[in-house]
């Protein structure tokens, strides 16, 4: 999904974290097999095979100490907190181990035979959908945000960050930046997290309570490049997204957006179109 890390000491670190993961869960890497980094190298995951077939496995370092976190546990949170019928892998497996000065977590699921809708959390290109997919997605995101939040789980971003990020990169907007409705969301809802044309939404680590129609605003900030399918999402989410709730969440994650525009390269790519967008949310 994001590009190999430039720093070969974490590349070495990961793969062999990744090695030590399959011997610890009893599986292997399929021969020929890609592997998929997250972003800035910090997670690395591929297919495997294990005694009952086909599975992923994916790791996750954090500096030693720094274990526990919302990354940390969120898909095992995921897994226990959200209703079966939501698309998504089954967690099979987990172990945890540490090495100073990291730690990891290892986590096998079931594999998706659906492809990702993209390689990049963009869209660089139109993709066609079935009509029953986007029913389905925005049913699960539904679904996602009417399950109670499970005790102590982190936000997907705080109040205090929304004060600070969306005057420091939108301006003086001249909008209240409270939220006054919290909702549980995926977090990291784009197009490299879902699959076509079954939908499968991947990648849990980051769920938590956060700004009501976050998710939507999150799909519909990645879908920008492609004006259809952004039109498309707006479409499915009009009724959540044409709301005060709905714009606030959309500004917040602008802010969250631009703020990594200069660290990689796929938000320096959103970046115009999420400035634009922006720029329309605030005309009204």
Known sequence: MFSEPDDPDVRERMHAAF?????RLGCSLISGAAKTWGHNGRTLGAPVTTSNGKAWLRVLE??????????????????????????????LDSVDWA??????????????MAPVCSSSPDLTGHIALPGPWWSRLRWATETV?????????????TQDYIHRTIPRYLGDTGV??????????????????????DLTILDWEGFGPGPHGFDAAHLHAHSLPV?????????????????PEGRLAELVVAAILLQAADRDPVHARLAPHVRQNAQRLLAY
């Open 19 to 23: 090695t030590n993961a399959a011997v």
């Open 99 to 112: 090495h100073e000065p990291y730690a990891n977590r290892a986590e096998l699921s079931t594999y998706v």
């Open 227 to 243: 004006p259809e399918l952004a039109a498309r999402v707006r479409d499915v989410f009009t009724d959540i997204l044409e709301t």
């Open 62 to 91: 954090v500096p030693l100490g720094k274990e526990g976190g919302k990354l940390w546990t969120g898909t095992e949170e995921a897994a226990t907190t959200l209703p079966m019928d939501i698309p998504r892998p089954r967690l």
């Open 145 to 157: 945000a009417t399950t109670p939040v499970p005790e102590g789980r982190p936000h997907v971003i």
């Open 176 to 197: 209240d930046t409270t939220v006054r409705h919290w909702t549980l969301a995926h977090g990291d809802l784009h197009w490299a997290n879902l699959t076509g044309p």
